[in-house]
């Protein structure tokens, strides 16, 4: 099979495709973990920088000034280890989203063609359509790993959650079945746009760039972190929100930032609050170090994904040689 020309809908069968999702998941949350626990804390610290007022209810928590400094501090308080915190919960995430993402993906394609015929819409609107569809789905699918993810990276020396199983056993006791699903609105708002024009760009970008042979990378990884940062750039605020509600509850105050406000009437409400006591620029909080995980995420993703697909595929067709 190659993977230079066509299309990610052409490719595999779906439990091909299935499996090589999973393994793209597993391999970019291993690599972008560290990345991805200081995006995290960066989006949960409502203080801002330039304003020595907005210190005063830290209540004990630390203050990040960007991505190494985040790095250096994290490390130097809670060892190499907190780097990986909620790691389990966010391996089963990616595992998990990859996997129903790209079976969604290569599925809603097929669909649109049975029912308006292929060419009917553009590849680019089709493309939108199936990747919006596909991260729509995987997001609501998994949405409770998302929450748990948040919520151990959150945690500093002071353990809030002792376990995967103890942090479930707790939130369904304290918050019931809606507190897995605490900022899924947002959630839905921001991946939604964001898979759609992702994968319209990936699959826009990755003809013209597949026969590039780079020293430290290929043409497709090359597309994915283009798609990637464009996509994430428009829809980041959104993100940020989702973070906060996220850890919203009995548990608020006992996040590493512990100053970290109460917010009423859903995503508007929690948009609103937000931008009266941290400005515009509050709704950006740890937009660099998320562009810097983006891209290698989407790089490793896709990366893996296609030659993940290229060797379940050629097990397959070597199983069926055999059969013949």
């Not at 190494?68 to 190499?80: K, M, V």
């Not at 597949?210 to 597309?223: I, K, M, Q, R």
């Amino acid at each position: 099979m190659s993977l230079k020309g066509d299309r990610l809908k052409d490719e595999g069968s779906r439990l091909q495709v299935t499996a090589a999702g999973a393994t793209a998941g597993l391999v970019a949350r291993f690599v972008i973990a560290p990345l991805d626990v200081v995006k995290i804390r960066l989006q949960l610290q409502t203080h801002s920088l330039s304003d020595p007022l907005s210190h005063r209810d830290l209540q004990g928590g630390p203050i990040y000034k960007g991505t190494l400094p985040t790095l250096r501090h994290i490390l130097r308080s809670e060892g190499i280890t907190g780097l990986w915190k909620g790691n389990v919960p966010a391996e089963l995430l990616y595992v998990c989203y990859s996997a129903i993402q790209f079976t969604t993906y290569r599925t809603t394609t097929l669909l649109l063609h049975s029912t308006l015929g292929e060419g009917t819409l553009p590849q680019s609107a089709e493309s939108f359509v199936a990747g919006a569809v596909g991260g729509g789905t995987a997001t609501a699918a998994t949405y409770p790993l998302d929450l748990l993810r948040t919520r151990f990276a959150a945690q500093g020396n002071d353990r809030v959650y002792a376990s995967l199983w103890r942090a479930v056993s707790q939130i369904g006791r304290e918050e019931g079945a809606r507190g897995f699903f605490r900022g899924l609105g947002p959630g839905l708002a921001q991946i939604i746009p964001y898979m759609g024009f992702f994968f319209a760009a990936y699959e826009t970008l990755r003809p013209h760039l597949s026969g590039l042979e780079l020293p430290f990378s290929t043409g497709g990884a090359v597309a994915g972190t283009m798609a990637s940062v464009m996509a994430k750039s428009g829809t980041f605020p959104l993100d940020l929100v989702r973070k906060r509600i996220q850890v919203q509850g009995p548990t608020r105050g006992r996040y590493v930032h512990k100053n970290i406000p109460e917010y009423y009437g859903g995503t508007v409400g929690a948009v609103r609050t937000i931008l009266q006591r941290e400005g515009f620029r509050g709704l950006y909080r740890g937009l660099t170090v998320s562009l810097l995980k983006a891209a290698p995420a989407s790089a490793v993703t896709m990366w893996t994904y296609e030659r993940a697909l290229k060797f379940y595929s050629g097990l397959g067709e070597k199983r069926e040689e055999e059969r013949l």
